[in-house]
């Protein structure tokens, strides 16, 4: 042990090259403040950042230390490091074609700096190379083919980078990597077949990069493939059903290209926890094996042309836990009642299709749901109480459909939610005054209706509200004088209804009020007394329009603090 402590302490206090070499790495920097260890007065393997093993640099570990400056070619002359780490720092300039000489380093991260010009090909020297962490610089040109020499690679990550052209095929020969994260690099296509030889892959992000290609059937020999993304990624053609050997895929995300086809039976043996492939073209009708996807937890196939019947095995995905997304597509035919088995899915939206029937009551079921969307389809029948059970739905949306009868005052029971839309539908009655309990209700839209009777005035209790649309209906009386409460409201919507009365003096002090919509009723009053109190009103569209206002423009209206 003293022994061990003498050699150790004697190569460190001696003249080292090691030393030199530190010393003018931070030379070379714009005030390094955080390096003020490294002077001559203590061992340079006691300084920040610095490991040895018998007086030799080992390693650096100098992310996140406000480094500036460029990297020095000489800093690659510390033959022994094994960890270099420089990430999250202000470096600029290219990296330099020395850094080949680290023959024994083991993990690379320039990451988060401000390196640029091309990715040296004399990186391909680096041969014990386990992880290279190039990420988030502003590095152009080609991947080096010399990569494919780094055959002890497991995580390779070249994310936000202006790079171009497409991988090389040199890149197969990685058949240790296991992380391939590459999003945002502007990486084209094609994808080689030779990807299929990166046996170990686990984990692969091209997405966000100009691809423009098919996805190859060769990845079908990634056998230990968990995660594949390719979002954004300008993909055409169909998914190969060769994907479906990927027998390890959990997360498979294919959103926002132009793929098209039907979805593969193939698919259906896959352990997928997350299947993403919106915006796309796919065709065809949802396939019932869906239903043997019972460890899923998201879904998500809006903005596509996906027809027919929503198919009742949906039900057998128990556990869907996060969303069901299947808005914007072709679907027909009535929601089935087995979506009420999901009772862990937190997001149903269903809206923009030509579903019709009823609202399944079973869909009371789904205790989980944050958000419920069955908005503009062709639904009818009433809207059903067992939807007061969703005890923490916080957004409802069942607009424009053809939804009958009456307003379930029940609905007030969901005290969580903060937007409830029952606009466009045929719902008759009154509004329920027990909506005034639902205190963090912020968008309030029940227009184009056939309501009728007053405005409750417990609706003036509702302080989080922020938009208000009762438009298009048959309510009459007068405005309840309780909506000056409503101190967050920015747009009040009351236009087209059968409403009298003088519009209360208060309205001007509700100061976040932007819009106010009152046209086409038999509102009353004089305009010039209504004003009076407009001083710091910071209204912008006012519209009072096909009312019994008398009175005329008043001088008032120049107290207004925006233009109307």
């Not at 009551?361 to 749901?369: A, D, I, V, Y």
């Amino acid at each position: 042990m003293v022994f061990f402590f003498f050699i150790t302490s004697f190569a460190s206090s001696v003249a080292s090259p090691d030393a030199e070499i530190l010393l003018s790495f931070k030379g070379s920097l714009q005030n390094p403040i955080f390096l003020s260890s490294w002077n001559d007065s203590v061992p340079h393997c006691t300084w920040v950042g610095v490991s040895c093993q018998l007086g030799r640099v080992t390693s650096l570990a100098l992310a996140s230390t406000s480094l500036r400056g460029h990297i020095p070619a000489s800093v690659f002359s510390l033959s022994t490091l094994v960890f270099l780490d420089l990430s999250s720092n202000a470096l600029v300039g290219e990296i330099p074609p020395q850094i080949g000489q680290l023959k024994r380093l083991r993990q690379l991260s320039l990451s988060q700096n401000q390196l640029s010009g091309e990715i040296p090909g004399e990186i391909g020297g680096l041969t014990h190379l386990r992880s290279l962490k190039l990420g988030l610089n502003s590095l152009t040109g080609e991947i080096p083919a010399g990569i494919g020499r780094l055959t002890r690679l497991d995580t390779l990550d070249l994310s936000g980078n202006g790079l171009s052209g497409a991988l090389p095929p040199e890149i197969g020969a990685l058949s240790r990597l296991e992380n391939f994260i590459a999003p945002s690099c502007s990486i084209a296509g094609p994808l080689p077949d030779e990807i299929a030889g990166m046996s170990s892959l686990s984990k692969l992000d091209l997405s966000y990069n100009p691809l423009g290609c098919r996805i190859p059937n060769s990845i079908g020999q990634l056998k230990n493939l968990t995660m594949m993304n390719l979002v954004y990624a300008e993909l055409n053609g169909s998914i190969p059903a060769e994907l479906g050997s990927c027998r390890n895929l959990k997360m498979l995300t294919l959103s926002f290209n132009s793929l098209s086809g039907s979805l593969p039976e193939e698919l259906s043996g896959l352990p997928l926890l997350t299947f993403s492939a919106e915006k796309n073209e796919f065709t065809g009708p949802l396939p019932p094996w869906f239903g043997k996807w019972t460890q899923m937890e998201s879904l998500l196939l809006s903005g596509n042309k996906f027809e027919g019947r929503i198919p009742t095995e949906i039900g057998n995905c128990s556990s869907l836990q996060h969303r069901l997304v299947l808005n914007n597509n072709q679907l027909r035919g009535t929601i089935p009642k087995e979506i009420g088995n999901l009772t862990a899915l937190s997001v149903l939206n269903l809206n923009s299709n030509f579903l019709e029937g009823s609202i399944p009551f079973e869909l009371g079921n789904c205790g989980s749901l944050t958000t419920l969307d069955l908005g503009n389809n062709r639904l009818n029948g009433s809207i059903p109480d067992q939807l007061a059970d969703l005890g923490q739905l916080q957004c409802l949306v069942l607009s424009h459909n053809n939804l009958s009868g009456e307003i379930p005052g029940s609905l007030a029971e969901l005290t969580n939610l903060t937007t409830l839309d029952l606009s466009g539908n045929r719902l008759a009655g009154s509004i329920p005054s027990e909506f005034g309990q639902c205190s963090k209700l912020q968008g309030l839209y029940i227009g184009n209706n056939l309501l009728s009777g007053t405005i409750p005035a417990s609706l003036g209790g509702l302080g989080s509200l922020v938009k208000l649309n009762l438009t298009g209906n048959q309510l009459h009386g007068s405005v309840p004088t309780s909506f000056s409460n409503l101190k967050e409201l920015s747009h009040m919507d009351l236009s087209f209804n059968d409403l009298d009365g003088q519009l209360p003096s208060t309205l001007p002090e509700m100061l976040n009020l932007v819009g106010l919509f009152v046209q086409h009723n038999r509102i009353s009053g004089c305009l010039d007394q209504f004003l009076s109190n407009s001083v710091s009103w910071r209204i912008e569209t006012l519209n009072l329009s096909h009312n019994m206002i008398n009175g005329e423009l008043p001088a008032s209206i120049g107290n207004l603090s925006v233009n109307t």
